[in-house]
């Protein structure tokens, strides 16, 4: 997972994880702090700052919920060792500081927020609508499952308001150069083509013979590539929420708790069904030298006179389903009489769905313009929005209060069971005790543990690799099983003789005399491509074919390469007809420039768009630099005894 991170570092999915950690103090309280993540909290001080203390309650809650948000990113590949490799101990430590130095000058400089907005901010919360009405069961609901009270939450909310105002200080204030917007657009819309030829660093196979000299010299060379790593055995209590689901019936109080608790899960978006018939704008059809304006213009005259000839049809007696097949632009609905099938409100263009809602079953519009062209719309149905009632999905809650309450179960079970374990580090006496079973695993080792009983759980691993041999390690939790581990017997690792692993370095050698005869072959290529200026001709030969990308701009992954920034950034500094090489991870990459496709200028929903971007990216930047600044001078404690 974190190889995931690095080589996506730079897409947007990333980047706002990433921006969310930082800021988790001003972003959302749902992530960072949890629905009402106030400064109150139990336990002792665990920091403070210029005097206002940070409380080990308020820094488990705000850990705990950062954990869950990447949990639920990530789901089954999140691991405790994640925990540790992304320091988020110290990310929480740090977002609750600068939270702490945030609301300190927030009361420096008077800023303040009222009960009004308080209570204004959490009535519009959509936690806690039902009709576009606050429902206050749900509320009281919440808070009573998050044990907190009503002050707690609200002052967990009045601080989010607070630092919310902070940072729009900072937005508002972020000014866009015509440069910026210009540079901005060329990255999102100049566009370049690569020809290309793609092999693997095994491409080419070496012709050397292997011999017992060879292997021997290897080996010596290379022992700890092939070391044995350390293997345990490991006793286990194995308990799954599953198996209790049957046995729990849940009562009438509680699934109506549940239902008005999640009432906003419940909504049901207005749908409609409709059918279209699309006429394109097509500016390249408009033949002569004019401007892209004037082509946009009499494009957009033409498709509209067009829709408005079919509609005509339509108006005389033609089969709305036969004029889409012969006349929509849209294949994949014209092939199917127009049809778009049923479809919630929100998922058409703004346009589009306006004409709908003017629209009663069975009526057609006239032609209505979007950004993809003129539309003519039949509606055939529409379903109002709508709250589901409770008889409607009375199973489903059933099923999951099921599924919560044996997850509670299995919780106490498997924590009384780890209690009597520790007592004497006696498993199977615990399990009996408790009506449960143990099991052993085979030996493994860090880096090998297919288990079929365990299955994908990194959490057993890592927990049974941090735990001394023949102690009760923590209870591992998590919705789908949990387990109670205790080491019964280890191995140390070792350097075998080579008799033991001839084969692993026989394939090893093998890799490696491939490895260099294709670094060999990739550097006579490339000296072959400066004097030819032909990559057809340099491969031919060579099981090897020269492949092309479609248009790409910079903020584009390349087509069938990949995001690499390597063969990006060269790119859009080369003319066309130049070439260039580059060796990534385990394949080796010769390219062509092949075209420029230019930006142009960017019209004014696009300098808008640009422009909102670049200010929120500058905002964040100034608020941190600011922040970090505050921070320089505040006097700021931590007890790290207690992380």
Do not use: C
Not at 187 to 215: P, W
Not at 440 to 468: D, K, L, V, W, Y
Not at 534 to 548: M, P, T
């Amino acid at each position: 997972m974190l190889s995931i991170i690095r080589e996506h570092a730079d897409s947007w999915m990333i980047k706002a994880i990433l921006w969310l950690i930082i800021f988790a103090f001003v972003g959302t309280i749902f992530y960072s702090w949890g629905m009402g993540g106030s400064s109150s909290g139990g336990g002792g001080v665990i920091a403070s700052v210029d005097g206002k203390k940070i409380l080990q309650g308020e820094y488990e809650r705000t850990f705990n919920n950062l954990v869950d948000f990447y949990r639920q990113q990530f789901r089954n590949q999140f691991s405790n060792d994640m925990i540790k490799k992304l320091d988020l101990k110290n990310q929480a430590l740090e977002a609750l500081i600068q939270k702490k130095i945030l609301l300190i000058e927030a009361e420096k400089q008077n800023i303040q927020v009222s009960n009004e907005e308080v209570i204004s901010y959490i009535k519009r919360l959509p936690a806690f609508q039902s009709n576009n009405k606050f429902n206050d069961t749900a509320y009281r609901n919440y808070i009573k499952s998050q044990r907190l009270t009503p002050g707690e939450f609200e002052e967990g909310q009045r601080e989010t308001l607070l630092l919310d105002k902070l940072e729009k200080i900072f937005r508002t204030h972020a000014k866009v150069s015509k440069s910026e917007i210009l540079e901005e657009f060329s990255s999102q819309e100049g566009k370049v083509k690569l020809e290309y030829v793609r092999f693997t660093s095994d491409h080419f196979k070496s012709k050397l013979k292997i011999t017992d000299q060879a292997l021997k010299e290897y080996f010596q060379a290379n022992k700890t590539n092939f070391e044995i790593p350390a293997q345990i055995r490991v006793e286990y209590i194995k308990v799954e929420p599953k198996k209790y689901q049957a046995e729990i019936e849940p009562r009438e109080e509680d699934i109506e708790d549940y239902y008005n608790t999640k009432i906003a899960d419940f909504n049901v978006k207005k749908k409609y069904q409709a059918s279209h018939i699309l006429t394109h704008l097509k500016p390249s059809d408009i033949e002569g030298d004019i401007p892209e304006e004037e082509k946009q213009k009499q494009a957009e005259e033409k498709a509209k006179v067009k829709s408005n000839e079919l509609l005509e049809k339509l108006n005389k007696g033609a089969d709305f389903g036969e004029v889409a097949k012969k006349f929509s632009d849209d294949p994949a609905s014209g092939a199917n009489g127009g049809s778009l099938g049923e479809f919630p409100k929100g998922t058409m263009v703004s346009a589009f769905e306006k004409a709908l809602d003017k629209l009663k079953p069975g009526e057609i519009s006239k032609p209505v313009l979007s950004p993809f062209g003129y539309h003519i719309i039949k509606l055939e149905s529409v379903e109002k929005k709508r709250i589901k009632p409770l008889s409607e999905v009375k199973d489903g809650i059933i099923q999951s209060l099921k599924e919560i309450k044996a997850r509670q179960r299995v919780k106490r079970i498997i924590k009384r069971a780890h209690q009597s374990a520790q007592q004497d580090d006696s498993l199977s006496k615990a399990a009996q005790s408790h009506g449960l079973e143990t099991a052993q695993t085979p030996f493994f080792s860090r880096e090998s543990h297919i288990i079929p009983e365990i299955g994908n759980q990194p959490e057993f691993f890592n927990t049974a690799f941090s735990i001394e041999k023949n102690k009760v390690g923590e209870p591992i939790i998590t919705p789908e099983v949990s387990y109670i581990l205790k080491v019964v017997e280890d191995k140390p690792a070792y350097i075998p003789e080579l008799s033991e692993v001839e084969e692993k370095v026989r394939e090893a050698l093998i890799e490696s005399n491939d490895e260099a005869a294709t670094l060999k072959k990739f550097e006579e290529l490339k000296e072959s491509l400066a004097k030819e200026k032909n990559l057809e001709k340099i491969v031919e030969g060579y099981d090897l074919s020269v492949r092309n990308t479609p248009f790409f701009s910079k903020v584009e992954s390349i087509p069938g390469v990949g995001n690499i920034e390597q063969i990006k950034e060269k790119s859009f500094t080369m003319n066309i007809g130049d070439y260039s090489s580059a060796k990534v991870r385990d394949r080796y990459y010769l390219y062509k420039l092949a075209d420029i496709e230019k930006a142009g200028a960017p019209d004014s929903e696009e300098i808008k768009q640009i422009t909102n971007k670049i200010k929120i990216e500058k905002s964040r930047q100034a608020f941190q630099e600011w922040i970090d600044n505050l921070k320089t001078g505040a006097k700021i404690l931590v007890d790290k005894t207690l992380l």
